[in-house]
């Protein structure tokens, strides 16, 4: 076997080699896609089928679901802001609308625990025109990859507008300051969803 032989073997070995890594790397990219996709899909479909809305008498018809989206044991939901796009969020215009036409209150208790310490447990009250209200519980934190940051305010997922660069609602407790803000996409924050009459 001379050198040009050895050189055709030796290439297509390490040709081989090469095409089986792509051929295993986009299996796996299609597997681990397609899985995540079905996730999200039974997430949406699980978490969103027991929602309550809450007519609170907004010019637009908008209305707000009562509560954050959960899932199957009642926990909140946290989300990037991508995957907040496949669901059915407020826009930055409707959380103005909601900001403008509602009364806002703050609601508070003290909890004690058996051990001496105690927390406060905040909310904000929003009062619709019509006399109807929806909660909207302190999130209390919003999450980094598996850790969780404790925050002292209300946040949760915007649809961006068109000259806007806010992406989430945002209430602070003591002051009740209602605002919309710009949130690093990668957080995770929890959703909150609406529909049109």
Not at 26 to 34: E, H, I, K, P, V
Request: net charge negative.
């Amino acid at each position: 076997m001379n050198n040009v032989d050895k050189a055709k073997e030796y290439a297509e070995g390490k040709i081989n080699d090469a095409l089986n890594k792509v051929i295993v790397q986009a299996y796996m990219a299609g597997y681990n896609s397609g899985y995540q996709d079905g996730y999200d899909k039974v997430v949406k479909e699980t978490s969103s089928d027991d929602i309550e809305y809450v007519d609170l008498g907004l010019p637009s018809g908008t209305l707000w679901s009562s509560n954050y989206l959960e899932d199957e044991n009642n926990e909140t939901i946290y989300v990037l802001q991508e995957k907040s796009k496949a669901f059915d969020i407020p826009t930055v215009e409707q959380w103005q609308e909601l900001v403008k036409k509602c009364r806002w209150e703050q609601g508070s208790e003290r909890i004690d625990h058996t051990n001496g310490f105690y927390h406060y447990h905040d909310w904000a009250i929003c009062l619709g025109p019509n006399g109807n209200r929806i909660i909207f519980e302190k999130t209390g934190l919003y999450e980094i990859q598996t850790e969780r940051v404790r925050t002292n305010e209300v946040l949760f997922w915007l649809k961006k507008g068109k000259n806007s660069l806010c992406n989430s609602a945002n209430i602070t407790f003591c002051t009740i300051e209602i605002t919309s803000k710009s949130e690093f996409p990668g957080y995770k924050l929890p959703i909150r969803l609406v529909k049109k009459v």
